[in-house]
């Protein structure tokens, strides 16, 4: 079959590191899911880059597989599978190899491709050899409709290296064609907190330092580092998580109302926000944050290696596994306010959730005996495992001895849409193909992040450990991780699964 005619008016989706687990298991099912309910404005066509020696109908094969075994809904069907790869295209090159980024070029080219998707599924340390040979593609911009970049977290490891992939990447890119992705901004209740926040009488104006005791934001992942031991060694939890998804949550969290849901404006709100933050610098970054690492631990009998044993981690590594901190927004709405935020592999489940905490009141009700505990007002929201919403209060427990007890209003996504909410990827994939960067992030929220956790780089560097505190694999974390908030008369939440 002669498919020379077939990509006019396609989008080519360029894909570095196809080989990889992200495009099997997320991009390739989001994309397919895309097509199923016809949500993709235009046909796709994919071409695959990476280093593996494979070809157009091995690639197809691996493709196909990964939909069909992550798809969100099942099972899922093989006509519109065939026609998502009916052209696609694999080029066998290492990424620092000019000839593959040629070969590239001339099939682009050849194809007469009039919208151009770059997306970048590798590890971050092969990001500036791509964007460095993208140069060569310089007319890729010429003679097209659109040309755009998707860039996954980490995007750099520290302030410096961010500048630097920057100015990489504006040597091919403008900013309207720069897309930096963050998957947690992807998902349905990160978006519904400004649509919860702003849209709603009921809790804005309570939504400030006058009624919130303090806000805990938990990102826990009960697998440990596994085949990512390399690359996780030189990143640690602060990079690989504080510096993008955790601040992210705190700036939604603590952003003012944009004019609009637009890109500009919500990301400005976001900039403002992340301006505010209280610096953690010198001895100051020892107080407000903790490290940990997992450790040797039995179960059932059987001994599970801890950190220190896992394959390509360096035997006196000092790289956390777990790490708590403490930040302030220094602004009215927040001022004197904290923000404990966590992250933690080993942990006894896989969830995120965001806990607004409210205030007590001053004494109990009559003196009634208060099974409610200290502080019973408690807005949930639950990122994952199960979206949704949970308001805790304090009620009358029925019967004729006064008793207050905790209850719960409950809002599920499942429950309330009959369905569970579409994937993140799905969202932002449609986002970015439409050019709308609203859930992306802007280059200087980027570079605000990064100038905050280098503070607390260069502290740690200048305050050096010689072994982290060692916490039991399936806990919440050691003795003194708990102390860290209980010094301030709080405690961590016990997340569910």
């Known amino acids: 079959m002669n498919n020379k005619g077939s990509s006019l008016g396609s989008i080519a989706f360029v894909i570095f590191g196809v080989t990889g687990d992200l495009t099997k298991r997320k991009l390739l099912p989001a994309l397919y899911q895309l097509a199923m309910e016809k949500r993709i404005p235009e046909k796709i066509d994919i071409i695959g880059f990476a280093r593996r020696p494979w070809n157009d109908d ?8 990964g939909i069909n075994e992550y798809a969100r809904v099942a099972p899922a069907e093989s006509l519109t ?8 295209k694999y080029i066998s090159s290492d990424f620092e190899d000019k000839k593959g980024f040629d070969q590239l070029n001339r099939f682009i080219n050849e194809k007469k491709y009039k919208k151009v998707l770059f997306y970048l599924a590798t590890p971050p340390e092969s990001y500036e050899k791509i964007i460095k040979n993208l140069a060569v593609c310089q007319d ?4 097209k409709d659109w040309v755009r970049i998707v860039v996954e977290k980490p995007y750099g490891r520290d302030l410096n290296s961010a500048l630097s992939l920057e100015n990489d990447l504006k040597k091919c890119f403008s900013e309207e064609q720069i897309f930096r992705i963050d998957h947690y901004l992807g998902k349905e209740t990160v978006q519904n907190i400004l649509v919860f926040r702003f849209a709603n009488g009921i809790f804005e104006p309570l939504w400030n330092k006058n009624y919130i005791d303090h806000v805990q934001i938990t990102v826990s992942e009960s697998a440990g580092v596994g085949t990512r031991a390399g690359y996780f060694d030189t ?15 705190v700036t939604l969290t603590a952003m003012e109302a944009p004019y609009a849901f637009n890109a500009e404006s919500v990301r400005d709100e976001k900039m403002k926000a992340l301006k505010s933050l209280r610096p953690i610098k010198g001895k100051d970054a020892l107080i407000n944050t903790f490290r940990g690492q997992y450790g040797d631990t039995k179960i059932d009998g059987k001994l599970h290696p801890g950190y220190l044993h896992e394959d390509r981690v360096a ?11 403490k930040v302030f927004i220094d602004n009215w709405r927040w ?22 905490q409210f205030k007590q009141i001053p004494l109990s009700l009559f003196n009634w005996k208060n099974m409610a505990g200290e502080a019973p007002n408690v807005l949930i929201l639950r990122l994952q ?23 719960n209003m409950e809002f599920s996504y499942q429950d309330a849409f009959g369905s569970e909410p579409p994937e993140a ?11 709308d960067q609203t859930l992306f992030t802007r280059n200087d929220e980027v570079l605000e992040q990064w100038r905050f956790v280098t503070d607390i780089l260069k502290a740690w560097e200048k305050y050096p450990v010689k072994e982290l505190q060692k916490y039991k694999i399936g806990s919440w974390g050691s003795q003194e991780s708990r102390e860290f908030i209980e010094h301030d008369n709080r405690k961590w939440r016990n997340l569910q699964g």
Do not use: W
């Not at 599978?81 to 052209?87: A, F, P």
């Not at 035997?315 to 901190?325: G, I």
């Open 385 to 407: 495992p199960d979206e949704g919403i949970t308001l805790s209060f304090g009620a009358k427990l029925p019967g004729p001895v006064n008793q207050i007890a905790p209850v």
């Open 315 to 325: 035997k006196n590594s000092v790289t956390e596994t777990y790490l708590c901190a």
């Open 58 to 65: 091995f690639m197809k094969k691996i493709l196909m597989e």
């Open 425 to 435: 990827y799905e969202r932002l994939l449609l986002d970015c193909i439409v050019g």
């Open 81 to 88: 599978i065939s026609k998502l790869l009916l052209n696609a």
């Open 235 to 249: 990143s640690g939890v602060i990079r690989d998580m504080f510096a993008n998804h955790l601040l992210q949550l």
């Open 335 to 356: 001022a004197n306010v904290p923000f404990y935020v966590r992250s933690g592999k080993c942990l006894p489940v896989r969830a995120t959730e965001i806990a607004i």
């Open 140 to 143: 890729f911009a010429m003679n």
